[in-house]
């Protein structure tokens, strides 16, 4: 723990250094496989946002802009001048805010099927089913019932549907803080966008974005019910988000994961290895 109270671990023996941000509810014990397989060319830091894991709770609110400030109070407290960030999802809207407000911090950044600042185009979109299915209010609601509950109550619920998890997955799993706190990053979303419009511009940085396959991403959609148009549109304006981060710095790249769906690092490891591997060796060609 470090003294601004988040929980962090460092892996690896390379020279240069990666902050990994994760996804939304998503811990780094997830991500330790695929560090296990970079761990001999990277120094990896491995961080639990406030209110994740062993990490304390923050009176700020759960604003992109906001972590951004605690993670860059973790990476003064352990001395660390310069490093790559990888943001997935969520952590990629934080990664955006992070390189806005300290753009002397990053040797590159690469976003993975990162949330876009301009997310709320998607919930603009004509989307009946999917939105009356799965909307953002229903996500919040659904986080804060979980909230309520007890731990016990929580370690029962899991344990009907999984029975392999790790004691230490089990433990940020079961913790109803978890789940107040994804509401309230969920809640906080338009906040996170707002900031990062109005704020700096992207800097001319390395970057690298990862986007996902398109047809694949929506197979999950059309199978819980939602009608294959709708599905459809969902992804082709999700695409079209990630196209408009990589144009972010005029060193920007976009990089399609065919075959791949949300989770990049899990499904094609490989993707991700490569483009850490070019920003590392400096490799983004400029747009």
């Not at 460092?10 to 695929?34: A, D, R």
């Not at 970079?38 to 120094?43: E, G, P, V």
């Not at 802009?65 to 407290?77: G, H, K, S, T, V």
């Not at 600042?117 to 609601?141: A, D, K, T, W």
Request: include cysteine; glycine fraction near 6%.
């Amino acid at each position: 723990m470090c003294e601004n109270n988040l929980e962090y671990r460092l892996m690896g023996e390379g020279k240069q250094v990666l902050v990994l941000e994760t996804g939304i509810g998503n811990s780094f014990y997830s991500w330790l496989p695929f560090v296990d397989v970079i761990k001999n060319d990277f120094t990896i830091v491995l961080y639990h946002r406030a209110g994740y894991g062993k990490s304390g709770t923050s009176p700020a609110p759960r604003t992109a802009a906001n972590i951004a400030r605690e993670l860059n109070d973790l990476m003064e407290y352990l001395e660390i001048d310069r490093f790559l960030l990888a943001g997935h999802s969520f952590g990629g809207l934080c990664a955006q805010a992070y390189a806005r407000m300290y753009p002397e911090k990053l040797d590159g950044v690469l976003l993975i099927d990162a949330t876009s600042h301009h997310f709320q185009r998607l919930y603009e979109l004509n989307l009946p089913v999917m939105y009356s299915m799965i909307s953002l209010e229903q996500l919040i609601e659904a986080n804060e019932e979980n909230a309520g509950k007890s731990r016990a109550e929580l370690e029962e619920w899991y344990k009907e549907r999984n029975s392999e998890l790790s004691d230490e997955e089990e433990a940020f799993l079961t913790n109803p803080v978890l789940y107040q706190t994804i509401a309230d990053e969920f809640t906080n979303w338009s906040t996170s966008s707002d900031e990062i419009k109005s704020g700096k511009p992207f800097p001319d940085i390395p970057l690298i974005v990862i986007a996902r396959d398109e047809a694949l991403s929506a197979k999950p959609y059309i199978e819980y019910g939602i009608p294959e148009e709708e599905a459809m549109l969902h992804e082709k304006v999700w695409r079209e988000l990630q196209v408009e981060l990589a144009q972010l710095s005029v060193n920007g790249e976009l990089m399609i994961a065919e075959g791949s769906d949300h989770e990049v690092h899990k499904d094609q490891p490989e993707i991700v290895v490569e483009c850490l591997q070019r920003l590392k060796e400096g490799q983004v060609p400029r747009l």
